[in-house]
């Protein structure tokens, strides 16, 4: 993360590590709690709750993301255990969840996936509908949208992508970028990237 960082001559304090633990045991984060790590990721509501509630009680200083798709029947419980979002992705869903931020009083980043790809498979928001999503999040359900976040189809070079998204978040006046995992996070980081989120390349690979 340094080297890259140093290649875009760019700060590596300016760019978070989120560390993502899916599928990896409690034990596993206490070992990268213990080596300092202090952001962690998770993309399943469930999963999270079971490791982390626990681990949030012990150690108050970590931080947890949720980088995985969000079901609006879920956004109470997200709401509570996460301090950050970054699958907002559907109108339905900012409605739920601006709803559950106001009921607990909280505040927590939210970042609104694009579909850079646009795959039908995959969600996220259309390129040319993000900032009209945006701008939607702010005025109809009065949510701070911190940046965008994208996950490139897995067949393709990722730097375009990141450079659409990094283009998207300047035309939407946001300074938050959440891009890169194991496989690309130099890439995200020498094209902006404020959070990259890297899991095998830390913990190994996934059963
Ligand atoms: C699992 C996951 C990651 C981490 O993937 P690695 O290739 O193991 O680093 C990053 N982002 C999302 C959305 C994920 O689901």
Redesign the pocket.
């Known amino acids: 993360m340094a080297k890259a960082a140093a290649v875009a001559s760019r700060k590596v304090e300016d760019v978070t590590l989120i560390a993502?633990t899916?599928t990896h045991d409690a034990a596993a984060v206490e070992a990268a709690i213990a080596a300092g790590q202090t952001v962690f990721?998770e993309?399943r509501v469930q999963e999270a709750k079971g490791k982390y509630e626990s681990l949030k009680a012990v150690h108050p200083e970590i931080r947890l993301h949720l980088?995985?798709p969000l079901q609006s029947n879920k956004a109470r419980d997200a709401v509570a255990l996460f301090d950050a979002i970054?699958t907002l992705d559907r109108e339905s869903l900012a409605e739920a969840l601006s709803a559950e931020l106001k009921r607990l009083g909280r505040a927590i980043k939210l970042f609104v996936q694009v579909n850079t790809g646009e795959e039908p498979q995959k969600s996220g928001i259309a390129p040319r509908e993000t900032l009209a999503f945006v701008e939607r999040c702010r005025t109809v359900h009065g949510l701070t949208v911190s940046g965008l976040m994208c996950?490139p189809p897995v067949d393709e070079e990722p730097a375009p992508h990141f450079a659409l998204l990094l283009n998207l978040a300047r035309d939407a006046g946001l300074s938050e970028l959440s891009m890169g995992?194991?496989?690309d996070?130099e890439a995200a980081i020498r094209l902006g990237a404020t959070h990259v989120?890297?899991?095998?390349?830390?913990f190994g690979s996934?059963a």
């Not at 989120?197 to 830390?202: P, Q």
Request: net charge positive; charged share 15%.
């Open positions: 993502v899916k990721g993309n980088i995985g970054h996950i995992m194991s496989g996070y989120r890297v899991g095998s390349a830390i996934r």
